[in-house]
Structures are given as C-alpha cells and as structure tokens.
C-alpha cells in the first residue's frame, strides 16, 4: 500500500516539475480553477490526514495561499508528505480516526464518520487521481502537449484496459 500512496504523491512531483509558474496559476478556460488551486485542494486532504490527531478534518482548507500560486511551495509540500509515509508505521494504518466532512448540498451539513487512517489515504490517493485527470486537461489545452497516459487514470481502469489488452 505504501507504494501506492508513494507513487500517487510522485505522479504530482513529476507532473509540477514540467510547468512554468504561469501555467501552474493560469486559470481554466471556463473560469474553474488553476492547477495551483486543485493542487492546494488535494494536498490540503493529504495534510488532513498527515495532521490528525484522532480527527481527519477535511474542512480544514488553505484556500488563497502561496501555496496556490508557487509551484516550487507545492514540491516541498509533496516531499514533506512523501517523509511522513516513508516514516508511518504500518500498524498505524489500522489506528481508528473520527472524520469530519460537510455533506450538505445547499446548506452545510457537517458529518462526523469512523474510519482508519489507512482507508483515509485510500480515499487521499483516489481524490487525487481524480483531480489529475482535470489537471491533465488543464495542462495539455495550455501547453498542447501530451502527456502520460497513466497520469490521471484510476487504478481499477488501468486494470481494466490491461485485462483487454491480454484478451485481444
């Protein structure tokens, strides 16, 4: 598993080591946010979890800081986050942790759930993955230049597609 989250962290590293400054802020074509923002957003569920002390808080947001704007920031953020797993006990993975999130479509609706801190950087590594799709768009309409295919595709559909491959 600790490869997993390694390599989810790493796919981020290599991916901001190929933008300029420019491109990491630029806003999205339809007004959405920049690569530095969904950046921020995913690092921010990380931290909540690097953080918890018995609470995952994903309500704990960094909205509007450097971080969004400076993409050398969000490397040494991603470092920071890749010591934390290196250092992890395994046994800690199956600790209990309380998880507060707001639910509430319309109106706020804070949640409290129970899970571990395993599952939560399950959830950590499958949202960022998801945000790499978007951050793939972003990038290549910018740049018009391609990138990885594996950049932004969820394990189960990688898995998918080689198990067609094999039947051909």
């Known amino acids: 598993m600790y490869q997993h989250y390694l390599a989810t962290l790493q796919q981020a590293e290599d991916f901001l080591s190929k933008l300029t400054p420019?491109?990491?802020?630029?806003?999205a074509p339809d007004g959405g946010s920049s690569i530095g923002k969904h950046m921020r957003h995913i690092l921010d569920?990380?931290?909540a979890i690097a953080n918890a002390d018995g609470l995952v808080d994903y309500e704990l947001r960094q909205r509007g800081t450097a971080l969004e704007a400076d993409p050398v920031l969000a490397l040494a953020k991603l470092a920071q986050l890749k010591a934390w797993l290196k250092q992890l006990p395994p046994q800690q993975l199956a600790q209990s942790v309380m998880v507060r999130s707001d639910i509430g479509i319309g109106k706020q609706q804070l949640v409290h759930v129970e899970s571990t801190l395993g599952r939560e950087l399950m959830f950590a590594c499958s949202h960022a993955i998801h945000h790499y799709a978007t951050l793939k768009q972003?990038?290549?309409q910018q740049s018009q230049q391609l990138l990885s295919t594996e950049f932004g595709l969820a394990p189960s559909t990688a898995s998918f597609l080689r198990q067609q491959q094999c039947a051909r």
């Open 138 to 140: 972003l990038y290549q």
């Open 22 to 27: 420019l491109q990491y802020t630029a806003a």
């Open 45 to 47: 569920h990380f931290f």
